[in-house]
């Protein structure tokens, strides 16, 4: 059964910069398409990001378009979430989960992704 273990997070300056790490493991990422998303504290999960895995098409937030870039390397069977211009409303917990259909990718149907990392932190502070 595919397990996903997300890495990268920490803490880092506002304006900074993370690359967070989607590693899956039991399975390839060839058939899935991947989410990122993120709980901040006494808030509810939401969305960040999105790519498919029939043509690598990526999907944002509005909140995060032009700073966040989701990519995937196969052969590393791993996607990743680089994330600059990092800003303090960005600081939460950030998931990587798997859903097969692509056609839940592009809305990031959170109830649709039914295998989820274990979450990775991220902090921006000054």
């Known amino acids: 059964q595919l397990q996903l273990v997300e890495s990268g997070g920490g803490l880092v300056q506002p304006g900074g910069s993370l690359r967070l790490s989607c590693a899956a493991f039991g399975s390839t990422l060839d058939y899935f398409a991947i989410g990122w998303f993120r709980q901040a504290p006494g808030k509810e999960r939401e969305g960040v990001s999105c790519?498919?895995?029939?043509?690598?098409?990526?999907y944002y937030v509005d909140s995060v378009k032009g700073r966040f870039t989701i990519s995937r390397d196969n052969a590393k069977n791993t996607v990743y979430l680089q994330m600059n211009s990092l800003r303090p409303e960005d600081t939460a917990v950030y998931y990587c989960?798997?859903?097969?259909?692509?056609?839940?990718?592009?809305?990031?149907?959170?109830?649709?992704?039914?295998?989820w990392g274990q979450g990775t932190q991220v902090t921006v502070s000054s």
């Open positions: 989960a798997a859903v097969i259909r692509d056609s839940y990718c592009s809305g990031l149907v959170l109830k649709k992704f039914a295998c």
């Open positions: 790519i498919s895995s029939s043509d690598g098409s990526a």
